[in-house]
């Protein structure tokens, strides 16, 4: 069923109740889902977030992720191509099921309101969702809203901040979503409001979640692909394990499977067979620049002795740990003053008896299940970095959409070994990520773990 959703994320970690919590996750296997957008787009951190979840969430589903986000794109197009060349080109050919659009940063001009420039965008708006639905029947579009201008951390250039411009824009969005019966995401309110809550406890990292106001860095974009996930319905729990330690039984295992549990001069053992994998979230243990270098990112290089100031800010305030990424183990009716748990010999952490009766969240220490996760990540990072260089710096460029309008005359676009050696480099491009999503289908698989809990006296 098709609905309407504006989403408002809660702070500091509550819990809001929508129909999306109750609803089955949207994506199926067999999806595609094209992310449409801008150079916020292009940027790949809430992308790259959303197909991680996805992948270590639900190891047994396949869905491919293409990101056909350009820098400066609006409605009409940009530097690329215009609007009709933007999606025969770059959409059409992915066949996507799932389209998300994100667009109006650049439309709105960075300037004060403008009827003119306003009508450009409610016109161009609905031309490409009239555009995509001729195009690919059947296709589920969701509409974003985008993402904010800082004018709360900076003061405003403008009377009334150019937030307000853009938040204007998104009331015609989220109009469009609802006379087309789509589902519209709201992404600018929940960053805003974690963004007054941050600059509230500390200015100077309030200011990096946006540095220089437009372009959210990658801790901030988990906040979009928060609401994005939870607006489809994500779940919250990795794995739910309860261990009654008086009575040696497993009270419950939820996404898991518990076997050998047994306790031997006070220490408890088991064997656990998870569902799923926690999320790695991006910059979490290590800084992630706003940009690439040449276009490309480095891999995921987490450091497990880190944690990033600005990141785990946001975690705090946007609830992102406790809404989408729950690992939790309980172990009640300990006796000894602290305990060490170990997972495959590995030392976790050490807690007390109260600690574990209350429950941890195993998402947000260095197991072998995270580690697995980023390696998971690391190869998104990868497919996602094949596409971009066949497509961002050979495609779009060699067909001739790099200028707009041309600067010089036509010379390659109509070369028929051009063309012949683009269609090979692109060729060849896809098949690597074919290979790449194969290995991540592998990396994916969760593995059986074996658990120790060592009393280790006062």
Request: net charge positive; with cysteine.
């Amino acid at each position: 069923m098709k609905y309407v959703l504006s989403l408002l994320l809660p702070l500091l970690g509550g819990m809001t109740a929508t129909a999306a919590a109750t609803r089955a996750f949207a994506l199926t296997s067999g999806d595609r889902v094209c992310f449409y957008g801008d150079s916020i787009t292009e940027q790949r951190f809430y992308p790259a977030d959303v197909q991680t979840y996805v992948l270590t969430r639900f190891p047994q589903l396949h869905v491919r992720f293409v990101d056909a986000g350009v820098g400066g794109d609006r409605v009409i197009g940009g530097w690329a191509g215009p609007i009709n060349v933007r999606l025969k080109r770059d959409v059409y050919p992915f066949k996507p099921n799932v389209v998300t659009i994100m667009l109006a940063m650049n439309d709105a001009g960075g300037k004060p309101f403008n009827k003119k420039r306003y009508d450009i965008f409610t016109k161009g708006y609905a031309h490409i969702i009239r555009a995509l639905k001729r195009h690919l029947p059947g296709v589920r579009i969701v509409l974003l809203g985008t993402s904010p201008y800082d004018d709360v951390t900076h003061k405003a250039g403008l009377p009334g901040g150019y937030n307000a411009v853009l938040v204007r824009y998104n009331k015609y969005v989220q109009h469009l979503a609802a006379e087309n019966h789509l589902l519209y995401v709201n992404f600018n309110t929940p960053m805003v409001k974690v963004l007054a809550a941050a600059n509230k406890i500390n200015t100077a990292l309030a200011r990096q979640m946006i540095p220089g106001r437009v372009h959210p860095g990658a801790a901030a974009q988990m906040i979009m692909a928060q609401a994005l996930l939870k607006a489809w319905g994500a779940p919250a729990t990795v794995t739910n394990v309860a261990i009654n330690a008086a009575s040696g039984t497993v009270t419950h295992a939820i996404n898991t499977k518990i076997n050998g549990l047994k306790i031997t001069n006070g220490t408890l053992a088991w064997t656990q067979k998870d569902g799923s994998l926690p999320m790695p979230i991006i910059g979490l243990h290590e800084n992630w620049p706003q940009f690439p270098s040449w276009g490309l990112f480095l891999p995921p290089q987490p450091k497990p002795a880190y944690r990033n100031p600005v990141t785990t800010l946001i975690d705090k305030l946007s609830g992102f740990t406790h809404q989408l990424d729950r690992e939790m183990l309980t172990v009640k009716g300990l006796s000894a003053a602290h305990y060490h748990l170990l997972i495959d010999g590995k030392l976790i952490g050490q807690f007390t008896p109260r600690q574990l009766a209350e429950g941890i969240n195993l998402s947000r220490y260095f197991t072998p299940m995270l580690w697995q996760a980023y390696h998971v990540n690391n190869l998104v990072w990868e497919e996602i970095q094949a596409h971009f260089v066949a497509w961002h710096s050979v495609q779009i460029p060699m067909q001739n959409h790099f200028w707009n309008p041309p600067v010089l005359p036509a010379t390659t676009g109509n070369d028929p070994a051009v063309a012949e050696a683009v269609a090979k480099v692109l060729s060849d491009m896809n098949r690597l990520g074919d290979a790449i999503v194969a290995k991540e289908y592998i990396a994916n698989q969760p593995k059986p773990h074996h658990y120790q809990l060592i009393p280790v006296g006062d």
